[in-house]
């Protein structure tokens, strides 16, 4: 699913979440490195993730960042978005962004209207 993203929100998250991992494809393959995204206005900014992900995403842009939760059993961060490559460096453009656990994880009852486990929009109210 994806929900829009508040830009100012998502700054926030990214601070409080540290290091995320960026999962790129280009074929059956699923390559996974350790990033520090940096806001630029409507935008994240990668430095230097490496070869094999700017040639996946020269040939795949569709992208995804995930963060794992603070502490056991809260939220992870999902970001879902499109990259492209300049020079050494990639330019996401978020799509979607959501605070997921799994159902079990939640402290209170889950939405019946959900996706059937915890998932919020990234807001600064429900931040971690």
């Avoid at 829009?4 to 393959?29: K, Q, Y």
């Amino acid at each position: 699913m994806s929900i829009p993203v508040a830009l100012p929100d998502l700054a926030e998250a990214l601070e409080r979440f540290g290091s995320g991992f960026l999962l790129t494809t280009a074929g059956e393959r699923i390559k996974v490195v350790v990033v520090d995204p940096v806001v630029e206005g409507s935008s994240l900014r990668i430095s230097d993730p490496g070869g094999g992900t700017r040639a996946n995403l020269s040939a795949n842009p569709q992208l995804t960042l995930t963060y794992a939760p603070l502490t056991p059993r809260d939220f992870a961060l999902i970001i879902d978005g499109t990259g492209r490559v300049e020079g050494s460096d990639v330019v996401v453009t978020p799509t979607g962004a959501v605070l997921h656990r799994p159902a079990s994880h939640a402290s209170e009852p889950v939405s019946d209207g959900g996706c059937g486990q915890d998932c919020r929009p990234v807001t600064s109210s429900d931040l971690p």
